[in-house]
């Protein structure tokens, strides 16, 4: 199913809707989810909105949540999401960290149980296009851990993922550096899954601890596991993204709160800096555009792959989607198509 992305939008924004969300909300969501489709990150797209259904429908998710703020002294805050829509709270949560930064240099707020917050280079992007500086390191508590720690074949941690953005210049688009810790993220694997594709080599072990490519293993009754990225540094990254977002946040945690029928609950650190406060803004951005420019100038080792800076793969998927449609493959469309015929939804023929 290829679909243009404003139909694509037109009709996410009525499933949104269907939990009795907001206007205001509703768009907040949808925005988030079809330009993570637009981005290529089809695992935080509108197919997430299964799990969205599911989740309003069992009272995991709480549409039009207000945040409590828990403690706030001035350049450090702690809200609480009480499983409101990540993506309305952790945005209002970032917006507070650039608008504090702005004002003092830094912020700093944990955020704690919100519903999943999404893709999180969405408020690294948010970060960037005001001038800021921003480190964002969040934790996953939701069911049983599919991610094993390095050597192990059990899980112990969700696919707790970091997001560092820095601000573009005159020249450069922004720096986007946003992925899982895990080898890929648990929503590419239920992609793989659902269009019968296998995984990359090195991402999956099956239950006896053997590798493997069918991403069917996560889904089995004796279930396989996904590997940390980078071995012992990517299993230490995750440790150290549960520990500050959860333990250190004060968020729901994987080793003492997981049960399945709390949804997805996300846990976020997210700290803002205001460049400015640091160096001198004109000799900062030639720093960076030159520091680009050297990195791109490495010849490629492949001719038709060119060396990319992290933000770039997401800008041209984008333009490439907006031109030519989102494909979603045929479990979430079906997926999606079922839920709205039961809200008695029209489906985008
Ligand atoms: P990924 O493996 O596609 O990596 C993405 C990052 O790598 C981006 O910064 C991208 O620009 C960069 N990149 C990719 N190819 C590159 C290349 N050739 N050269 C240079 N840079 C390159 O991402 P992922 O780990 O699958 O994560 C996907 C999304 O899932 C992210 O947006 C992440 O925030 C989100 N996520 C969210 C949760 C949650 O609980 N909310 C959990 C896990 C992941």
């Known amino acids: ?17 269907a939990g009795g ?14 330009e993570a489709n637009l981005r290529g990150h089809d695992s935080h797209g509108v197919g997430m909105l299964v799990a969205y259904v599911r989740d309003f429908e069992a ?5 039009n949540q207000k945040p409590e703020i828990v403690s706030d002294t001035g350049t450090i805050s702690v809200w609480d999401a009480r499983a409101g829509y990540g993506q309305v709270i952790a945005r209002q949560a970032v917006e507070w960290a650039i608008n504090t930064a702005r004002e003092h240099g830094v912020a700093v707020n944990g955020l704690r149980n919100a519903h999943h917050i999404g893709r999180v280079g969405t408020y690294g992007e948010i970060a960037a296009r005001a001038g800021m500086v921003s480190l964002h390191f969040v934790n996953v508590a ?9 050597r192990g074949k059990q899980g112990r941690f969700l696919t707790n993922p970091v997001c560092i953005a820095i601000p573009g210049t005159t020249a450069n688009e922004p720096i986007l550096l946003d992925f899982a810790t895990s080898r890929v993220a648990m929503g ?4 793989a899954h659902n ?30 596991v996904v590997l940390p ?20 946040v004060g968020s729901a945690s994987v080793s003492t709160n997981t049960p399945p029928e709390r949804g997805i609950i996300n846990g976020m650190l997210s700290i803002v800096i205001d460049p400015a406060r640091l160096n001198n803004h004109d000799s900062m951005m030639a720093e960076i555009d030159s520091m680009i420019a050297w990195v791109k100038s490495a010849a490629p080792a492949d001719p038709s792959l060119p060396v990319l800076i992290a933000g770039e793969p997401e800008r041209i998927a984008r333009a490439d989607r907006i031109a030519n449609g989102i494909e979603i493959d045929e479990t979430t469309w079906t997926q999606l198509t079922d839920i709205a015929q039961r809200y008695q939804i029209a489906v985008p023929g």
């Open 21 to 34: 969300s907001t206007p205001s909300e509703v768009a907040i969501v949808t925005d988030h989810l079809v």
């Open 188 to 191: 590419k694997v239920r992609v």
């Open 59 to 63: 009272g995991t998710l709480h549409p």
């Open 229 to 248: 990225f980078g071995e012992h540094k990517g299993s230490g990254l995750a440790l150290i993204c549960e520990i500050l977002a959860g333990a250190i």
């Open 195 to 224: 269009a019968g594709k296998p995984m990359l080599d090195g991402a999956l072990l099956d239950h006896d601890g053997k590798p493997t490519t069918n991403p069917g293993v996560m889904y089995a009754e004796d279930r396989g």
């Open 1 to 17: 199913m290829i679909i243009n992305h404003e139909t694509l939008r037109t009709f996410a924004a009525r499933l949104v809707a």
């Open 142 to 150: 939701s069911g049983p851990p599919p991610v094993a720690p390095f």
